[in-house]
């Protein structure tokens, strides 16, 4: 078990609709970080955040928004989809920024 | 920004022979070095890292090395086994795991 659990699982959207994905961490990891992994590729960095603070960003529009909860949960919310969206989404977690990270199963998403 | 590359992008052994990854970087400020195992329908799994003052680490099969200078870093394993073959990641990030840049990923294959 990593300690990163995703929900839901598998999830399948249209275009133009909004979906938020969730993350529960273990306990003391005050660190998230998103992910986003298209077919074959590498995953390439959402956002991350650290006490519920957005700590760094990186190439995604701003319909790619966050929130981390003080119970170690956090949401990725992606409005206004489109196909390039569909992707596994991860979520990685540490006690700090630097610390390894551990990463859930992810969340793939199908837009269509 | 930074940019990770990564070759093989497959690599086929025999079971127990050696397999190398490699991977460069672009951004000389880089200086957390970690290595990841995504199987299929999993999240990535940290196997090993690296920090930019240290030019080797082990850990069993495992060794990860690294040239500053060059800008390049590999990974070793050593006596593969048929649960080795996964998509192994390399990545690289600044302020000691900010935010990972991930390479594209090399599909490692053990055959028994």
């Known amino acids: 078990e990593t300690g990163v659990t995703q929900s839901p699982t598998h999830l399948i959207k249209t275009r133009g609709q909004q979906v938020t994905l969730r993350c529960s961490s273990q306990s003391g990891h005050n660190t998230v970080s998103w992910y986003q992994q298209a077919l074959g590729q590498g995953p390439q960095f959402i956002f991350q955040?650290?006490?519920?603070?957005?700590?760094g960003r990186g190439n995604f529009p701003p319909r790619f928004s966050g929130l981390q909860f003080p119970n170690y949960s956090s949401e990725l919310n992606v409005n206004a989809l489109e196909l390039d969206d569909s992707a596994l989404y991860l979520c990685?977690?540490?006690?700090?920024?630097?610390?390894?990270?551990?990463f859930g199963s992810g969340t793939r998403l199908t837009v269509v | 920004g930074e940019n990770v590359e990564q070759h093989p992008s497959t690599l086929s052994v025999q079971e127990g022979d050696s397999a190398v990854i490699k991977c460069t970087y672009s951004?000389?400020?880089?200086?957390?070095f970690p290595w990841y195992k995504q199987e299929l329908g999993k999240g990535p799994q940290l196997i090993i890292d690296?920090?930019?003052?240290?030019g080797e680490k082990k850990d069993q099969r495992i060794a990860v090395t690294l040239n500053k200078t060059a800008k390049h870093f590999s990974l070793h394993i050593t006596e593969t086994q048929p649960e080795d073959s996964a998509v192994y990641f390399c990545?690289?990030?600044?302020?000691?795991?900010?935010?990972?840049?991930f390479g594209p990923g090399t599909r490692l294959s053990v055959l028994p």
């Open positions: 990545a690289a990030s600044k302020n000691y795991g900010q935010n990972f840049v």
């Open positions: 990685a977690s540490s006690r700090v920024p630097g610390d390894g990270y551990t």
């Open positions: 955040y650290y006490r519920e603070e957005e700590n």
């Open positions: 951004d000389s400020a880089s200086n957390y």
């Open positions: 690296i920090r930019s003052n240290v």
